[in-house]
């Protein structure tokens, strides 16, 4: 009888858990995706979606790694690499065609759809919510029970944390949690913004567009079907912000005057910007007209975050090493982890082949190894990270620090935030 093969679970079908179980599949090492949410439908997948932009050492690297990179660049384009940055008063300080970058753009819809269109339906089980995990050694070999609820408990040798920011397998490593970042952030959506409002697809252009002043911000990037996706950012130090200004429970269009006339510092800016607020939170309405408008607080993981190693368990992306948005990191680093740990994953095939409890023994080293190397990057990567954050939020006139940064190191030094970090709490 031929000796067990190594039992992999990848908790989490993000950009992570997707770009590994590729990178795995290509080699033909089996294992299981686990994921929370429902399957996507091609209806989901085709609507408006944040963009992000994937760097050449990073998301790029291992969008090649997959052998994907042709078909990924015919995906990128609906926002270009172009940017603006506008004063609170509406006034343009800064613009570029993207010249200077080379880090393309793609829908998050569009990158989970590459991804998903090449990994085997039969290695994603969807609507499995991870209730708890649990580590036990028996004749010194490691197993991890995974506590799926109704859809029953399961058992692995390996189990990599690719679920997101409230990782639960991060409690069988550490018990930190996310912080709160003092931003709140609130998603619009400016359908048709060429036809209906050609002048507000004017002011923020066809890339990046950002705003901001008195501590906050505006922003927008261009997506599908000719949509400006809108983002308002706040700085508060009130975590529940959105509950205590009542703002939760209101829709778009019943939030617009709070925002752009209720006592926010908004109401103090350019016309131009509290116009493009305005007509976001009426088509948003106008298209959701049930729905309450989307704010939730930023998180991040304390700048170092790491955890003693222990053998069969890691943790990659917003479970590793969560930080806002303001450099475009992580879905980069999440992508670059997946990357870095197939390959340790692969070289531990290669010396100890397919007996599980070899494998174990060939892994671990690799492992520890990679999580250290991850740990650095991430260290200087959210430093970079909590710096921006400072220079767009930390004066009254960040529009001016953001143009003088851009300027002095040229585009690809920072990019502009999008919602895909803003994590709501747990439930």
């Known amino acids: 009888m031929s000796p067990p093969r190594l039992r992999i679970a990848i908790v989490g079908g993000g950009p992570a858990g997707l770009t590994l179980g590729l990178l795995l599949h290509k080699r033909g090492i089996p294992f299981i995706i686990f994921e929370l949410r429902q399957k996507p439908t091609p209806e989901e997948l085709a609507k408006p979606a944040g963009s992000l932009d994937l760097h050449q050492e990073s998301g790029l690297a291992a969008i090649r790694g997959c052998d994907l990179f042709d078909e990924f660049s015919s995906l990128t384009g609906d926002c270009t690499e172009a940017q603006r940055i506008s004063n609170k008063d509406g006034n343009i300080i800064y613009t570029d065609e993207g010249e200077l970058s080379n880090r393309p753009e793609i829908s998050r819809h569009k990158l989970t759809e590459l991804l998903l269109s090449h990994l085997p339906a039969s290695l994603i089980k969807w ?16 197993e991890i029970e995974l506590d799926f609820g109704q ?35 609130i998603t619009l959506n400016i359908r048709q913004i060429t036809t209906r409002y050609p002048h507000l697809a004017e002011l923020v252009g066809l890339g990046s567009f950002a705003c901001l002043g008195d501590r906050h911000g505006v922003s ?10 809108i983002y308002i950012m706040i700085s508060t130090e009130d975590e529940h912000f959105a509950t205590t200004t009542g703002l939760s429970s209101k829709t778009p269009a019943q939030a617009k005057g ?170």
């Open 127 to 142: 609507g499995h919510k991870l209730l708890g995990a649990k580590s036990s050694t028996a004749s010194g070999h490691t």
């Open 151 to 185: 859809n029953g408990k399961q058992t692995f040798d390996l189990v990599i944390g690719a679920d997101g920011a409230w990782s639960r397998v991060r409690t069988l490593l550490t018990d930190v949690n996310p912080q709160y970042a003092g931003v709140q952030f």
């Open 220 to 229: 927008s990037q261009r997506s599908v079907q000719d949509v400006a996706r």
């Open 258 to 427: 709070k925002l752009i006339d209720g006592g926010l510092p908004f109401s103090r800016w350019g016309t131009n910007i509290k116009e493009l607020v305005a007509v976001a939170c009426d088509d948003e309405s106008a298209a959701n007209p049930s729905a309450h408008l989307d704010i939730m607080p930023l998180y991040s993981l304390p700048v170092g975050h790491s955890w003693e190693h222990r053998p069969c368990v890691t943790l990659i992306g917003d479970a590793a090493h969560l930080m806002c948005p303001w450099a475009g990191e992580g879905v980069n680093l999440a992508m670059k982890d997946s990357l870095l740990l197939s390959q340790a994953i692969i070289k531990a095939h290669e010396i100890a082949g397919q007996d599980a409890v070899s494998l174990q023994d060939a892994l671990d080293p690799l492992m520890k190894e990679f999580e250290a190397n991850m740990m650095a990057g991430a260290k200087e990567e959210a430093q970079g990270t909590v710096e921006n954050g400072k220079m767009m939020f930390g004066s009254d006139d960040g529009a001016t620090a953001l143009a003088h940064f851009f300027k002095s190191h040229g585009y690809e030094a920072i990019e502009m935030p999008t919602a895909d970090s803003a994590i709501r709490p747990r439930s």
